[in-house]
């Protein structure tokens, strides 16, 4: 009875939490679906007089939107990928070998994680500025690299956990290299864990505004956060419902993918722990 009581009570305290949450979401689909006259009176209700879909028709015909959306899926792409190739030879080591000080390497990875971007930022400004970087796509993606590399090292450290190493003693025996055991049998028992390393720094870079926002200076070069920040410096209630219509545009995608793919990331997650 206890138990079931406390389960009452978790699930009471997540739906809580779920329409917390949901609250702004639903609020900005309602702004998203009414007309600028209903706007610009400021009506309350939560569900449109006249609900249309004409902004979001109107979002998407815009070129400068797609370039704005095609820009921060390329840069949260690249930048995802880059994580997970410096991540691997790190999180191999840190599951396959044993060193002095291997738990303390660990832990400072994790540390780092733990910074906000808006510490580096004027120091990267300065130093971005000073290699003649700054408004280069290849600077901002090595950033995202560098940001989503500490959390992809721990998911793919569980990643290789959860692979018998006697598989690889085999490999071994048979007189293959450490390369290319890595190559040819771990990475591809661990595409799982790869996977889940990669959209979650993606969807991580997809989020992010201040490094763009600081090492792009040209309106073309723009990812969809910066551009939508920028819009919403200049928008007025004639043009509320097409910046909250921008907006629901621009998280649906990272959204979709998480929710498509969440059992894969979460079995990801407790591999190592399931083998242990």
């Known amino acids: 009875m206890s138990a079931r009581v406390g389960d009452l009570a978790t699930y009471a305290v997540l739906a809580l939490l779920a329409v917390f949450f949901a609250t702004p979401f639903v609020w900005l689909l309602s702004l998203s679906l009414r007309t600028p006259a209903e706007v610009f009176r400021g009506a309350a209700r939560l569900i449109p007089h006249e609900p249309t879909l004409g902004n ?21 792409a690249l930048g ?3 994580a997970v190739v410096l991540a691997i030879p790190a999180a191999y080591a840190c599951s396959r070998l044993d060193f002095r000080g291997k738990q303390g390497v660990l832990i400072g990875i994790l540390a780092v994680q733990m910074i906000s971007p808006l ?11 000073a290699l003649e970087l700054l408004n ?19 998911l793919l450290k569980v990643a290789f956990d959860a692979i018998p190493a006697e598989i690889e003693e085999v ?5 293959a290299s450490r ?11 661990a595409r799982p864990g790869i996977a889940s390393a990669f959209i979650l720094a993606m969807v991580m870079n997809w989020s992010q505004f201040l490094v ?10 723009w990812p969809i956060s910066v551009a939508i920040f920028n819009f919403a410096g200049s928008t007025s209630a004639s043009t509320t419902q097409l910046l909250a219509a921008a907006c629901l545009i621009a998280v649906v995608p990272a959204v979709a993918v998480f929710v498509a ?3 894969m990331i979460v079995s990801a997650l407790i591999a190592g722990a399931v083998k242990g």
């Open 56 to 76: 979001f028709a109107y979002i998407l015909s815009d070129p400068a939107f797609l370039t704005y959306l095609w820009n921060g899926l390329k840069l949260s």
């Open 80 to 82: 995802g990928g880059l």
């Open 119 to 129: 510490v580096i930022l004027v120091p990267l400004y300065r130093w971005m500025g």
């Open 136 to 154: 280069l796509d290849a600077s901002v993606v090595a950033v995202y690299g560098a940001l989503g590399m500490p959390l992809a090292v721990w």
């Open 171 to 175: 490999a071994f025996v048979d007189g």
């Open 179 to 189: 390369l290319q055991v890595l190559t040819r049998i771990t990475l591809p028992l």
């Open 212 to 221: 763009p926002f600081i090492l792009l200076e040209r309106d073309g070069d």
């Open 261 to 263: 793919l969440q059992r």
